[in-house]
């Protein structure tokens, strides 16, 4: 094999083999051959990392499909057609109030009269008339007529989603989280059993024949199980993705890309907003957001098969040629002494029940299931509930999306030099402060709504860090043996805050200000309910129960410590590649987790 320049990638990325080898990777044969980080490593990452724009375009689409506060009023009958919507609404419509008591026009009922004719002159008929809901004159998306100045086609109008069916616009929201939910289990056992690149493969080529049949439902019921599936291959996808770009470094650039990947999700909110404005059709829009995955299909001939999902299978001949390839890439000798799988035992399997066994650990596994919840809630709950604040759902998206990216470059440095639990309390602490707060400010006292936005936006800003950090403290409380399984299932656990939130938006038609005391208090729960776990950062991780039992049994200025133990040469293959992914850097103190 050919001799590349003595400048290596890795060097100018900041790690020099000698000090690579002397960190905890040296006990990694796979990173003591690619190093920790590398010319193909940062190659791959960007490649993999772009999809995620799209999983933000799928997820928060349905936002601009079914924008709130569109106008509509009933249907006129056929004797009425030549009449103007003023006309017809002057002479039909009752008058209603609103929470804040202003008085607008009902959209779901009209005077009970007899419409089979027009009158000569169109007279208000008096106050206290009979009304009735809009009649059943037609089909249901046909008994209304709906204002075309802004928005020309939406899911409300397609579907006929207002007055008596608009109940069901939240649980379409929902069911997208529950194939998230799913998509993410399923994501990662399929490609744990299968192989992260044909799982990647598999998954494009079913999203977007799935996606590009979402603009094509002509029923409700087709609508939501099509977009039930399509956030199933999303997620898996990027659960895959997400896999791949960890187990292809070590130590502190697991918390920096495990981070970075996040920045084109929060581009994506941004860039879905000019699309949006751009297509207010909402077929038109599913179709614009759908097409763009046909790009990711050269993935075929750019991403390879993950080298450590290859050695964990087995197939050493050819991770063996494929790490070759690597470290030549990254200006790397490949030493072929180094034996890529040791010797192993019997692999044992593990599974969710025994994070409940011990109470310590039991404890400490609810905690976070909870945490999870509140963060996930929280993040979603804010763009669900608060997505029309400023009366401008355009600029609260690009502005929400924005406010993200510093948020996972602070959480970055936070990790890094703060630790894990205090960042994570303080951050949820003020995203609850910030949330009571908007109680205090009524709607339409000031330009569009200037201290309401704000104040959401600073709770964005503190939950997206809190998120992020959270994935990190995560994968280091949990044992080595458990660690996939812990981070998991508090994933799963997440989801279920996520198919809440669209029915806490929705309690705003109850009280204005129920959906911030809601996503308020699950935050400020967490917020407490962080401070009582133990700390984990400058410490080993622990590899078995009994180290996670003991983590917190010896304190100092809230730091815990566990008892180290020797590197076993007997670690089973697959368990030590599966599990060398939460493997932290040894010398700098700190334990990166995945996300």
């Known amino acids: 094999m050919r001799n590349l320049p003595v400048l290596k990638p890795c060097c100018l990325l900041g790690d020099t083999p000698q000090r690579m080898g002397s960190e905890k990777d040296a006990d990694d044969p796979l990173l003591r051959q690619i190093g920790r980080i590398g010319k193909w490593q940062a190659i791959t990452f960007v490649v993999l990392a772009l999809f995620a724009a799209p999983v933000a375009w799928q997820m928060l689409v349905v936002v601009f499909q079914s924008p709130s506060g569109v106008d509509h009023w009933c249907k006129r009958p056929a004797a009425f057609a030549n009449w103007s919507v003023e006309q017809w609404r002057n002479y039909s419509t009752p008058y209603t109030t609103d929470q804040a008591g202003a008085l607008h026009w009902d959209r779901c009922h009209v005077y009970a009269l007899d419409y ?73 056992m399929a490609s744990d059993r299968f192989g992260r690149r044909p799982v990647i493969l598999a998954l494009l080529g079913t999203l977007l024949p799935l996606s590009l049949l979402v603009a094509l439902s002509q029923t409700v019921m087709v609508f939501i199980v099509l977009r039930f599936l399509v956030a199933m291959a999303v997620v898996a996808e990027y659960t895959a993705i997400f896999v791949y770009c960890m187990e292809m470094v070590s130590g502190r650039w697991r918390i920096i890309l495990g981070m970075l990947i996040q920045l084109p999700f929060s581009f994506g909110f941004m860039s879905l907003a000019g699309i949006g404005y751009a297509l207010t059709d909402w077929q038109h829009l599913q179709v614009a957001i759908s097409a763009p995955i046909v790009v990711f299909f050269f993935y075929y001939w750019a991403v390879p098969e993950s080298p450590r999902w290859l050695l964990a299978a087995g197939k050493v001949d050819r991770a063996t040629a494929l790490i070759e390839s690597i470290a030549e890439i990254n200006g790397r ?21 025994e994070l409940l066994r011990s109470p310590s650990v039991r404890y400490r596994t609810l905690n976070l299931w909870f945490n999870w919840t509140a963060n996930v809630l929280v993040y979603y709950g804010l763009i669900f509930s608060f997505a029309d604040v400023g009366d ?110 669209p029915f806490v938006a929705d309690m705003a038609k109850t009280y204005v200000h129920l959906p911030a005391v809601v996503l308020a208090v699950a935050a400020l729960a967490g917020g407490l309910l962080i401070l009582v776990l133990p700390e984990t950062t400058g410490h080993k991780l622990p ?53």
């Open 116 to 188: 089979s004719t027009a009158p000569q002159e169109p007279v208000r008929p008096p106050n206290g008339t009979e009304t009735a809901p809009c009649p059943r004159l037609y089909r249901v998306h046909g008994r209304w007529e709906f204002d075309h100045s802004f928005y020309q086609w939406t899911i409300q109008e397609h579907f006929g989603l207002v007055c008596e069916y608009e109940y069901l616009l939240a649980p379409i929201k929902s069911s997208y989280m529950v194939g998230v939910m799913l998509g993410a289990l399923l994501g990662g």
């Open 333 to 353: 000798e490949f030493d072929p002494d180094i034996q890529l799988v040791p010797p192993h035992e019997g692999r044992r399997h593990v599974s969710v029940i």
């Open 392 to 501: 401008d759902i355009y600029l609260s998206t690009v502005l929400g999306g924005l406010v993200e990216v510093p948020a996972y470059l602070i959480g970055i440095g936070v990790c890094l030099l703060l630790g894990r639990r205090l960042p994570i309390a303080g951050t949820m602490l003020l995203a609850g402060g910030c949330l009571l707060a908007t109680i205090a400010v009524p709607r339409g006292a000031f330009a569009r709504d200037w201290p309401l936005l704000l104040l959401t936006l600073m709770a964005r800003f503190c939950i997206t860090t809190s998120f992020g950090v959270l994935y990190v403290f995560s994968a280091e409380v949990f044992p080595t043996v458990l660690r996939n399984t812990g981070v998991s299932s508090s994933s799963t656990c997440g989801r279920i805050g996520a198919i809440v939130a």
């Open 543 to 595: 590899d078995t129960l009994t180290e996670a039992k003991q983590l917190g049994s010896d304190t100092k200025n809230g730091a815990v410590s566990a008892r180290p133990v020797p590197t076993l040469k007997t670690t089973p293959p697959a368990e030590q590649y599966n599990n060398a992914a939460f493997e932290g850097d040894g010398e700098t103190g700190g334990r990166d987790g995945a996300k």
